[in-house]
């Protein structure tokens, strides 16, 4: 009993020592407060846009004047004047090479229309200043296109047979051409009547003519007038024939009404100043009338008894299709056949 009195004293003791050893706590520091956050604001990121580099401006095609220092060259014309005209048809491809001999002669004609034609002029075949300004001080002017040759082509519509016209076919009311001031008044009541929508086809290649004009800027393709009499003959504008068949010229003008047309190996000289047609083909007389060829307004209207009777075509008309056929030979050939 006593021993566990002892041993309980014994166990307090060792208790109390071991509470009073141990270690004294520590205080508890004080916190240090932080400093308030800072809120950053996001600044989006800025892609620098290029300023924009003004895109140039077009030069405006320079108009050109007429300069009057350049004297007109025309047909039948010799002189340095035409071969320094004639050298530059050379470096645009209106002139074949080697043919500036200083002679403004047909093929020089030609090749000032077609330069005019191209070139948005009036096509006179008369080299004046504005031809000649544009010529030789416009960089813009535009050479010669040569076009791909023609297809050889199978008719697709069989050819009309000829037939005696019987009756005008029936078109918009007829109008009398405007008279030329080089024609007699007496002539002024032919009247030629335009027929619509009609074809003037080569017989040799069976396609319709076009002429080639320039509009706009653009070539187009433009289908040449027919015309009937009153007695039922087709005419036809000489000029529009000489635009279609290639090697053909008309030269001339209606102050005098002196033309001389070459086509088909023909040399074909009108007088159409009087009461009635002074017409020759190689020299000699050929028997046409006032009704065969006339003169109105500044343009040569001809008919099939001119073509016939000057080169030698064969003129076929048919009222109902509205079309004409033209078989043409040239000179060479007919006289080889003959």
């Keep these: 009993m006593d021993f566990l009195k002892t041993l309980l004293a014994y166990i307090a003791l060792l208790t109390t020592l071991s509470v009073q050893e141990g270690p004294q706590p520590q205080a508890v520091p004080t916190p240090t407060m932080l400093p308030p956050s800072v809120t950053a604001t996001l600044v989006p990121h800025q892609t620098e846009v290029p300023t924009a580099t003004p895109s140039p401006t077009p030069a405006p095609v320079p108009t050109i ?3 009057s220092r350049y004297e007109t060259v025309r047909y039948n014309d010799r002189g340095s004047a035409v071969r320094k005209l004639q050298n530059r048809l050379i470096e645009l491809g209106y002139l074949p090479q080697g043919s500036a001999d200083g002679a403004y002669g047909y093929q020089t004609y030609n090749a000032v229309r077609d330069f005019q034609r191209a070139n948005g002029l009036d096509v006179d075949g008369t080299a004046g200043p504005a031809t000649l300004t544009n ?3 416009n960089p813009a002017v535009l050479p010669k296109m040569t076009a791909a040759p023609a297809p050889t082509a199978t008719p ?3 050819l009309p047979t000829p037939e005696p016209a019987a009756s005008v076919p029936q078109v918009d009311d007829a109008l009398p051409l405007p008279a030329d001031t080089a024609q007699p008044q007496a002539e ?3 009247v030629l009547t335009e027929v619509e929508d009609a074809l003037i086809i080569s017989g040799n290649t069976g396609m319709a003519l076009t002429i ?3 509009v706009d800027g653009q070539q187009v393709l433009l289908r040449p007038a027919l015309y009937v009499s009153a007695e039922g003959q087709p005419f036809m ?4 024939l000489v635009d279609c068949y290639q090697g053909w010229t008309l030269a001339g003008s209606s102050a005098d009404g002196v033309f001389t047309l070459n086509a088909a190996g ?3 000289v009108m007088q159409l100043g009087g009461a009635d047609p002074v017409v020759t083909v190689d020299g000699a007389a050929a028997a046409l009338t006032a009704d065969d060829v006339l003169l109105r307004g500044g343009v040569v209207y001809v008919g099939s008894e001119f073509l016939e009777g000057t080169i030698g075509a064969t003129v076929i008309f048919d009222q109902d299709e509205s079309s004409v056929v033209l078989f043409i030979r040239d ?7 003959d």
Excluded: H
């Design 331 to 337: 000179k060479s050939v007919a006289q080889s056949s």
């Design 237 to 240: 504008s000489l000029r529009d």
């Design 65 to 67: 004047t007429p300069n």
């Design 266 to 268: 023909y040399e074909v």
């Design 156 to 158: 697709t519509m069989p």
């Design 188 to 190: 002024e009541a032919f």
């Design 135 to 137: 010529l030789y001080e």
């Design 212 to 214: 080639v004009e320039m």
